[in-house]
Nanobody, 126 residues
């Protein structure tokens, strides 16, 4: 099993920044990738960004590209999401995900089995 614990959420004004962290622990290793997803009230969960743990390339949804940066510190077993130039439409609960199944899309947007954290709330006011 893999446990994921997110932190770093909060309330900021539009244009502000936050950095989310996701600490990985457990007896099972994460397979190919990790990612960040978000879910706003009344909306479906959506993929935000992903990182391939082997080769290291990063991927972003178009709505956050250029504003968000995903990174992974292997030594600290921590996934980060640096969020700059935040907008009210970024308001959502953000979830960390880790590939634990037989397959996952290269950008970690989909897979047959993900481990999930409990989420951290991000609220951006105008």
């Amino acid at each position: 099993q893999v446990q994921l614990v997110e932190s770093g959420g909060g309330s900021v004004q539009a244009g502000g920044s936050l950095r989310l962290s996701c600490v990985v622990s457990g007896s099972t290793y994460v397979k190919s990738c990790m990612g960040w997803f978000r879910q706003a009230p009344g909306k479906e969960r959506e993929w935000v960004a992903g990182v391939n743990l082997g080769a290291g390339p990063t991927f972003y949804d178009g709505s956050v590209k250029g504003r968000f940066t995903i990174s992974h510190d292997k030594a600290k077993k921590t996934l980060y999401l640096q969020m700059n130039s935040l907008k009210p439409e970024d308001t959502a609960k953000y979830y960390c995900a880790a590939d634990g199944g037989e397959w996952a899309i290269f950008d970690c947007s989909r897979g047959d089995s993900f481990y999930w954290g409990q989420g951290t709330q991000v609220t951006v006011s105008s």
